[in-house]
Structures are given as structure tokens and as C-alpha cells.
């Protein structure tokens, strides 16, 4: 049991801080404290301005889903209620509902995206080369057209804010190992299959998502965050039409906004005004009702 070995977040080591979660050493040498903090990120950049409640959401949103698809494969999360671990504190009064207590884990150098509609760099990818990360694809294809079946285009993991970088089948299997790139593709595209159907009968098209791996005790694991706007794109299907983009419940939104106003994406990112926020924050809980998660909880400033 992890809970008496912990009485506050004052007694644990910040071991990493990232875009959006910070990550303790609870000082057992078994796990970690992940929090999700409100800290929005676009273009590799962290944002000035916080999204309120977004943690919590992404918390919520990651939980839902790590307990879905647990048959399929396990993952790092051991306590979801930090409340049985940690005493609140003044740094994150609210954090028993942006945390969770997990196994460390060996994260792995690459990301799994699975894409089953052409949309985002996909699309511009394919745009020029009638290709994505070296799958050939049928010409023809239309912008946010569901693609024949789904595909598995991975990225590298890059840290401290360096550019996440599209890579080749062959490429992930030479940084991780054929065999081992093998299984993560497969288990890639088996929970994107399955989380669809779950997503579509919700009045949720996911056209694409990263999942991140590690290795527990010599086994493959899913952790970090899990189908959440901040990892997927979440169309309504009742929006969606082939041949252009809609609408999504994710920071899409954010990044359209940056694009507008013409941000050159090197120079410190621009605040975010209050209508921007308001209207992240509404698509985020939007992304949640569809999937009936509650909200209650969640107080927001806006």
C-alpha cells in the first residue's frame, strides 16, 4: 500500500516537469505522482495562459479509458484516488482530482499515433506525397476522409520542447526493436479499433490518437495520458462530412487561434484572451459529456 508512505507533497522529489504534467518520486522507489496541471501547450510551446479545470479533465478523461481498454493491455496507473495517498496541499488545492499514483515505468523513445481520417499534417503530408510516414495511400483522398483502414504512423518522444518528429515503420523498429515496434503497432491499431466503436456510439468520431508505451517488470504498458483532447482528435459525428476538417473537442482550437493571429511559433507564445480560454474550456467538458463522464467536480473560473 502506497498511502503510508506518503503524507505530503512537500516530502517528494519534482523529478520531471513537462508540458502539462508534473511527475514526483514518492520516495519509494516503486512509483510516482503524476499531475496534470491547467498549463496548455501548441506548437511545442507552453502557453502564458492556463486553461481552467483542463487537468482535471484530462485526469478524468484518462482514467475513463485506461479502465476500458485494461483488457487489452495493462497500464501504469495504480491509485486513481490520490486522496488514499496524499494530503491536499496549498501548490494544488484540487489535487486529488488532477492526479494519479502510478508504476514507474522505462518510457520508450517513440510515440504510437493511429490515424483513421486524413486531417492535420496527414493531410498535408499526403497533400505532397500521396503518402504518410512511408504508408502509400489511394489517390483521390479527401480532406478528413476516413481512410481504408486504419494506420500506424509513429513519431519520435522528444523532451525538454524539442519538435516530436514523423518517422517510418523501419525507423521506430531501429530506435526499439523490430519485434517490440511490431507489438506496439499491433496493439496500436487493436485499441484504436476498439475505442472507436465505444466513441461512435457515443456521437464521437476519434480521427486520430497517441497512445505512449513503457516497460514494466520486462512488459509492455500503457502510460502518461490516454485518449484525451489533448492526445486525440475529436470530431462530432454528427459534423462530419468528408472533404473538410470540423470541428473538434481538443486544442485544435488553440492552434487555429495562434494561426490567425499570425504567431511566428519561436518568439515567447502570445496570452490566450478570455474568449479562446472560455471556449477551450467548453469543448473540453463538451468531449466529456458525449462520453457521459461527470463534471461535477469540476469548478472552473470561467
Sequence with gaps: MVAHMVKSIDQMILIRKGKVRDVYDIGDGKHLLIIATDRVSAFDHVLPTPIPG??????????????????????????????????????????????????????????????????????????????????????????????????????????????????????????????????????????YTYVSKIAEACGIIIADTKFEFGI???????????????????????????????ESFDKQFIRDYLIKIGWDRTSPAPPLPPEIVNATVQKYREALRYFNIKTEIINSSC
Design 54 to 191: 483542463k487537468g482535471i479533465m484530462l485526469t478524468k478523461m484518462s482514467n475513463y479509458w485506461f479502465e476500458k481498454t485494461k483488457h487489452i493491455i495493462s497500464n501504469h496507473c495504480m491509485y486513481t484516488n490520490v486522496l488514499l495517498c496524499i494530503w491536499q496541499t496549498e501548490l494544488y488545492p484540487d489535487i486529488t482530482e488532477r492526479s494519479v499514483i502510478v508504476r514507474k515505468a522505462e518510457k520508450l523513445p517513440i510515440e504510437a499515433i493511429v490515424r483513421g481520417y486524413l486531417a492535420g499534417s496527414a493531410w498535408k503530408e499526403y497533400c505532397a506525397t500521396g503518402s504518410i510516414c512511408g504508408i502509400k495511400l489511394p489517390s483521390g483522398l479527401r480532406e478528413a476522409e476516413r481512410l481504408p483502414s486504419p494506420i500506424f504512423t509513429p513519431s519520435t518522444k522528444e523532451e525538454n520542447g524539442a519538435h516530436d518528429e514523423n518517422i517510418s515503420f523501419d525507423k521506430a523498429s531501429a530506435i526499439v526493436g523490430k519485434k517490440l515496434a511490431q507489438r506496439i503497432r499491433d496493439i496500436s491499431l487493436r485499441l
Design 216 to 246: 514494466i517488470d520486462n512488459k509492455l504498458v500503457l502510460i502518461d495520458e490516454l485518449l484525451t483532447p489533448d492526445s486525440s482528435r475529436f470530431w462530432p459525428a454528427a459534423m462530419y462530412a468528408p472533404g473538410k476538417t470540423p
